[in-house]
Every structure is written in C-alpha cells, then in structure tokens.
C-alpha cells in the first residue's frame, strides 16, 4: 500500500489540502498520514526568564494538535481511508522531509498560501522546501484567491 504524507497548518487552505489527498487515496488505494508542524518560538537571549510560558505555549500547541488531528483522522477513517495523524516539532520544511522519509511517502500533498515572491523571499516558503529536496512527487494544492482563515473545525473535510 502506498503512503501519502499530508501536512497541515489548520489554516483555511488545510481543508483543500485534505480533500485533494483524500481524493488520491481514493485512487490509489493509499494511506494518508496527517501531519502537523509546530514551529517552536524563537527564543531571545534577554528573555531566558520567560521559558516557563513558552513551554506552556509548546504544551498547547501539542495539545491542540492532538486533538485536530484525531478529529480529523477519524472522520477521514469513517469514509473508509486508513489514516494515520502526526505532529512534530521544529522547522516545518524539514519535519515534513523527514516524515516522508520515515514514512516511505510515495506523495506529499502540500498546500500553498500563495504569499506573494517577497514574502517567500524573506520568510522562506514551506511548500518550496519542501519541493525542492523531495524524494518523491510534490502535489502543491493552491491556495483559494481569498485570504486563507483558520480552520474552525475538522468538520469540513
């Protein structure tokens, strides 16, 4: 059985990107593994004291994601897909290169935010990293022409 590796911020384009790779699996007979990045704050070095609230930030996140995730994977599961949901930690363009290596991806479904090149330039673009140093096909999900929100809730898979 083939893998797709889906990652997700839980931003509005997150549903598209779902859709889109439930779609593959359909077609392929493949698994998807959901995936989500936290990206950890930076940390000043004049602001050592306050780790107790970015640990507490950190925890949040973890625990936010978990619980997306299992929403998510389990209203996929009931259309019948074989789904597996992941969060980790660090620089997403790397997570996600990571992932796909330990997961054997045959796909990665990815969204794009359709930032415009000056903002990639400066900030850096997940979906381009993620492009470039790939091991296996890259399916880039546009974003809407809208602003993308964040997602409200699992429901709209």
Not at 4 to 13: A, C, K, N
Not at 50 to 60: G, I, R
Not at 119 to 127: K, W
Not at 142 to 157: C, E, G, L, T
Request: proline residues 6%; glycine residues 8%.
């Amino acid at each position: 059985m083939s893998t797709i590796l889906v990652p997700i911020d839980f931003s509005g384009i997150s549903t598209n990107v779902i859709r889109e790779a439930a779609q593959l699996a359909r077609l392929t007979g493949s698994r998807l593994v959901l995936l989500h990045v936290i990206q950890p704050p930076a940390i000043p070095n004049d602001f050592g004291m306050v780790l107790d609230d970015f640990s507490m930030y950190t925890q949040a996140a973890e625990r936010n994601a978990e619980r997306h995730l299992a929403l998510l994977a389990g209203k996929l599961a009931k259309t019948g897909l074989e789904v597996e949901a992941l969060w980790a930690s660090g620089y997403p363009a790397l997570c996600i290169l990571e992932q796909a290596r330990k997961q054997s991806a045959d796909y990665i479904v990815v969204g794009s935010h359709g930032h415009t090149a000056f903002y990639d330039l400066l900030v850096g673009s997940t979906a381009t990293g993620v492009l470039r140093r790939a091991g296996c096909p890259v399916i880039v999900v546009p974003a809407p022409k809208k602003s993308a929100r964040r997602m409200r809730s699992p429901r709209a898979v």
